[in-house]
């Protein structure tokens, strides 16, 4: 198979979707990699390094769609990307399809079959967006600790506090591998942590090994009782394939003290709070009800050589699987590639993205006769 990675091209996001290594393994197996030039410069992957691996590097995002049969990328296509797939075309990246209509339909419309790493789920996990999500929650109780210090608008809160004064509160609503992650840096810090969960199940675990964190049930009543002594709070709600949840409205902000701050893990599949819209890394914050709102929706994309290699950890295996196999024959070797197609020939196959849009959805393993 020919595949083809081409340079990101959303703001300020400088991650690659293949190492040098992951394309020698490719090259290995006897297909052909084209790697647009300079697409590994934002992860510190120079062109020579993929040229020693095997790689074909052409000039442009127009060389690497005109001849590519399987498109890698990172995040989900622009505009521009999206008008160069053909139905021949096999696209496997993040989409977050549920937060984005236009894209969705127009991804459709394309004819090619879109795969999405955040669906694809193994054993009740999502292994291809764990490690972003890893990321993702650490990233987020350093961002918002950062943005508590007073000159850049917070309350002035140091998280960690020092002896003879309290240290700063956070809240992670959700208890998943963003949370998880959110809540062990935050108390690393220092700080004192409570994880918000419906999981029963998930909380035990939690309060066995999240030593010094807190564990309360999820409900409406007591996110709002905590609101007003928090100075920090951590989205990190997942519905996989699906618009995250407005578990915060405005009026439950209004609750929040002043310069308090609110990351949004969340943002990439629609936020967690009604005030929530993405931002990028140049301009990451904006103020609402006094609170200010970190709502970056690449947050990996800061620390893209860390998150380039984890991506790769993961995705090695079912990219190689689809370049052998193509997307039917995956699906029959490992069933669960089938969760990751959200759309084929001009077709949408994923539910929850469906139920988001009111769009009608047909069966993957129909169209591809697996």
């Not at 370049?323 to 929850?352: F, M, S």
Request: proline letters at 5%.
């Amino acid at each position: 198979m020919i595949i083809g990675i081409p340079k990101e091209i959303k703001a300020q996001e400088h991650r690659i979707a293949m190492i040098p290594g992951t394309v020698g393994e490719l090259v290995k197996h006897g297909h052909r990699v084209l790697v647009e030039a300079g697409a590994g410069i934002g992860s510190s992957y120079p062109d020579e390094q993929y040229l020693a691996m095997g790689a074909e590097i052409v000039p442009d995002a127009d060389a690497v769609f005109s001849t590519a049969e399987m498109i890698v990328k990172v995040k989900e296509p622009q505009p521009e990307e999206v008008a160069r797939l053909k139905p021949h075309h096999i696209l496997f990246t993040y989409l977050h399809l549920a937060a984005a209509k236009t894209l969705t339909e127009s991804l459709v419309a394309s004819g090619c079959t879109a795969l999405a790493y955040e669906t694809l789920e193994v054993n009740r996990r999502l292994p291809l967006l764990e490690p972003m999500s890893e990321i993702a929650g650490r990233m987020s109780a350093i961002v918002g600790s950062y943005h508590l210090a007073k000159h850049n608008g917070g309350r002035g809160t140091l998280l960690g506090g020092v002896p003879g004064v309290a240290p700063g509160r956070v809240v992670v609503i959700g208890g998943g591998t963003a949370g998880v992650n959110a809540a062990r840096v935050a108390t690393g810090i220092g700080a004192d942590v409570t994880i918000l969960e419906v999981d029963f199940e998930r909380m035990r675990f939690l309060d066995i090994t999240m030593t010094g964190t807190h564990t309360v049930y999820s409900s409406e009543a007591n996110l709002a009782e905590m609101l007003p002594r928090v100075d920090l709070v951590i989205g990190a709600v997942l519905v996989p394939g699906a618009k995250a949840p407005k578990l915060i409205t405005r009026d439950m902000l209004r609750l929040m003290q002043p310069g308090s701050v609110f990351v949004d893990i969340a943002v990439d599949q629609g936020g967690c709070a009604e005030t929530t819209r993405p931002t990028t890394h140049q301009a990451p914050t904006y103020v609402e009800e006094d609170v200010i709102h970190y709502c970056v929706a690449n947050m990996p994309g800061a620390y893209a050589r860390t998150a380039t290699q984890a991506l790769n950890n993961t995705t090695q295996r079912w990219i190689a699987l689809i370049a052998d196999h193509g997307v039917a024959g995956a699906c029959r070797i490992r069933k669960e590639v089938l969760g990751a197609v959200n759309c084929t020939a001009g077709q949408l196959t994923c539910a929850p993205v469906g139920e988001a849009h009111s769009l009608p959805v047909s069966s993957a393993a129909e169209i591809l006769g697996v």
